[in-house]
């Protein structure tokens, strides 16, 4: 499962196919984000969304790159569902988060 980690940290930014991803680690799909949970607390789709976020935030924070190519590199659908997902987590949307520095 620390392969599954590391592969999420280092391709957070493209599109991942869970299903896949299990079959490529010899676990059925439903086993595999159990033992994903019991080891990191979160399944893996809600690990991805953390360490999607994390880079969002970082990169509002240390860069001058718009909402939108930020979203884009951190492999959201759209700058609309990085706001959300970044109010949701943080308490304040993208611009806020960058003000706020």
Do not use: W
């Not at 880079?55 to 706001?83: D, E, H, P, V, Y």
Request: proline letters at 2%.
């Amino acid at each position: 499962m620390h392969y599954v980690k590391t592969y999420l940290e280092q391709y957070y930014g493209q599109k991942i196919n869970f299903r896949e991803l299990a079959s490529q680690t010899g676990y059925s799909y439903d086993y595999f984000r159990h033992v994903f949970k019991m080891n990191f607390g979160l399944s893996p789709q809600e690990y991805l969304i953390n360490v999607r976020l994390e880079q969002a935030k970082s990169m509002l924070l240390n860069s001058r790159m718009s909402c939108t190519q930020i979203s884009a590199a951190c492999g959201f659908s759209n700058s609309g569902q990085m706001s959300v997902m970044i109010k949701r987590k943080y308490g304040k949307v993208p611009l806020e988060l960058r003000k706020a520095d």
